[in-house]
T-cell receptor, first 109, second 116 residues
Framework: DQQVKQNSPSLSVQEGRISILNCDYT??????FLWYKKYPAEGPTFLIS?????DKNEDGRFTVFLNKSAKHLSLHIVPSQPGDSAVYFC????????FGQGTTLQVKP | GAVVSQHPSRVICKSGTSVKIECRSL??????MFWYRQFPKQSLMLMAT?????????EQGVEKDKFLINHASLTLSTLTVTSAHPEDSSFYIC????????????FGSGTRLTVV
């Protein structure tokens, strides 16, 4: 039973444009949601998080939106840069972290 | 920032042998350590949660006799894959929760295990 789902395995955008990564969840008990960036053969690095009582959190080029009624969150990266190319995981916290399957983002110069 | 040092980064072992993976928290105390496994193009799947000085809690479907976890101190946790088989080949990652920091999950750099 996949409690956290990232339905798009990959996304390709042009440098300077917006990247939108999506994530859906099923468990209403999650109290925090987090986004991680991961390169092959490395551990995930934390990007941004949002509390379940918020609907938006912004940090520089990264903004996370949470729609609790739809059980959906998204990560917006604007403007996208080639260095943003990586696998992005959303994770939901209910004591422990549950990860989605990841979305591979490719930002083309 | 908080760093978790994970070793080895990659290991190749023969089928039937055991492999130990270490995770050390540098400059902080990790009261809780999480162990994940990631198969190619798949999610990080939580295998077990260990608290210092107590037995690990394993997720459903994870064999505790095969994946031995020891968290003997606040700075060291180990995962031993016993009697490894080719299907155990995967990427193993540890994550430490930092005491007093609710969202303070710091990940190790991972270990690529290949069983031949």
């Amino acid at each position: 039973d996949q409690q956290v789902k990232q339905n798009s395995p990959s996304l390709s955008v042009q440098e300077g444009r917006i990247s939108i990564l999506n994530c859906d969840y099923t468990n209403s008990m999650f109290d925090y949601f987090l986004w991680y960036k991961k390169y092959p053969a490395e551990g995930p690095t934390f990007l941004i998080s949002i509390s379940s009582i918020k609907d938006k959190n912004e940090d520089g080029r990264f903004t996370v939106f949470l729609n609790k009624s739809a059980k959906h969150l998204s990560l917006h990266i604007v403007p996208s840069q080639p260095g943003d190319s990586a696998v992005y995981f959303c994770a939901a916290k209910a004591g422990k972290l549950i990860f989605g399957q990841g979305t591979t983002l490719q930002v083309k110069p | 920032g908080a760093v978790v040092s994970q070793h080895p980064s990659r290991v190749i072992c023969k089928s039937g042998t055991s492999v130990k993976i270490e995770c050390r928290s540098l400059d902080f105390q990790a009261t809780t350590m999480f162990w994940y496994r990631q198969f190619p193009k798949q999610s990080l799947m939580l295998m077990a949660t260990s608290n210092e000085g107590s037995k690990a809690t394993y997720e459903q479907g994870v064999e505790k006799d095969k994946f031995l976890i020891n968290h003997a101190s606040l700075t060291l946790s180990t995962l031993t894959v016993t009697s490894a088989h080719p299907e155990d080949s995967s990427f193993y990652i540890c994550s430490a929760r930092i005491l007093g920091q609710g969202l303070g999950y710091t990940f190790g750099s991972g270990t690529r295990l290949t069983v031949v």
